[in-house]
């Protein structure tokens, strides 16, 4: 494995892209709602904040609220990760146990960023990552230019009714796949990193890029979103089954048949990468093969030259994975300062 392979391109589950575009050439572009699945309680030693936040990453955030409440950042919640270039409604929580909640309204003038507090309560516990639900997204696709419209419209409605691979995004492993570089030269006999958080992107990038492998095989199989026999699979909320893939670690995959020897052939190659992951504490689990959006709707704009897309996706799925199912996409993110 080389590092100029580290974002894996994955194969088509449908036809090839109908269109061209670009996404994130503004902030309002992408849009995203955290959705928890509870209310906060409003009482307790734990203020909740939900912020909407525009131009800044999540930690930035995290620790301008730490240093306005006076406290330590492990005292500063947050759920999940949302990106510097859009616009998110998340939620964080501080713990300021016996102290009176104080104006959070400082917090809406930080530097290189708006911050805007659209809520403050509280709650008897911390808010940890992965707390919440999934996230609602409202993205537009502009400049778009289409080659075939019914085939794109054909696309969205395959998206809509079927899914799309549930891969992990180019994100997951760094700039220019960093990570995975990283990785390949850690797990190959080189020094373990010392920084701790380090380590933990590196593993988690490691066992992403693992799992891709594994849908890639399955996508080739046409088994990306049919449960095969003697495999495992999860429960989606109208009761219908979803294959799943391995999050590699310690313990035994009993997945067998067809799905069982995929996943044997992956570890087999890539041996020295499972032991590391094992050595590092990581316990197998598993992942759905398949991401099914929900209330997804579409709309062109604009003499269709932009497409708006709305879905909502369980956490720790890409949205940028059901883009990229229908439209050949320039993140124009990743030129902007």
């Known amino acids: 494995m080389s590092a100029d392979k580290a974002v894996l391109s994955l194969p088509r589950a449908w036809a090839a892209p109908a269109a061209r575009g670009l996404i ?33 990453n999540t930690q930035y955030v995290a620790d301008a609220i730490a240093a306005w409440a006076g406290v330590g950042s492990r005292d500063v919640g947050y759920a999940g990760l949302k990106d510097r270039h859009a616009i998110s ?27 805007q507090i659209l809520m403050a309560t509280r709650h008897r516990k911390k808010l940890i990552k992965g707390a919440h639900a999934g996230n609602r997204f409202q993205l537009r696709v502009s400049g778009l230019e289409i080659d075939s419209q ?3 419209t054909e696309t969205l409605q395959q998206i809509m009714h079927h899914g799309v691979p549930n891969a992990f995004g180019p994100q997951r492993f760094g700039i220019d796949g960093g990570n995975i570089s990283a990785a390949e030269a850690w797990f190959g006999g080189g020094r373990r990193p ?32 049919h449960c095969l026999v003697g495999e495992w699979s999860t429960q989606t909320r109208a009761g219908e089954s979803v ?17 069982g020897a995929i996943e044997a052939q992956v570890s087999t190659a890539h041996a020295d990468w499972i032991t590391a992951l094992c050595n590092a504490g990581l316990s197998l689990n598993r992942r759905r093969l398949c991401s099914r959006p929900r209330q997804f709707t579409w709309q062109f704009n604009d003499q269709h030259s932009a497409l708006d897309i709305s879905f909502y996706l369980p956490r720790g799925e890409y949205a940028t ?11 124009v993110a990743q030129t902007r300062a």
């Not at 998340?90 to 290189?112: C, I, N």
């Open 150 to 152: 019914p085939r794109l």
């Open 89 to 115: 409604d998340q939620w964080f929580s501080v713990y300021m146990p016996g102290k009176a909640t104080p104006s959070w309204r400082a917090l809406e003038h930080l530097d290189h960023c708006s911050l």
């Open 243 to 259: 294959p799943t893939g391995p999050l590699f670690g310690r313990g035994k995959s009993y997945a067998q048949g067809l799905a």
């Open 194 to 225: 010392r920084n701790r958080q380090q380590r933990g992107l590196i593993l988690s990038a490691a066992r992403s890029w693992l799992f891709n492998l594994v849908l890639a095989e399955r996508i080739r199989a046409g088994s990306w979103r």
């Open 321 to 331: 994975s059901v883009l990229d199912a229908c439209i050949e996409l320039r993140d």
């Open 24 to 56: 994130r050439a503004r902030n309002e572009d992408f849009r995203v709602e955290e959705v928890l699945d509870f209310a906060p309680s409003g009482d307790g030693e734990h203020v909740w904040l939900h912020v909407r936040k525009d131009g800044a």
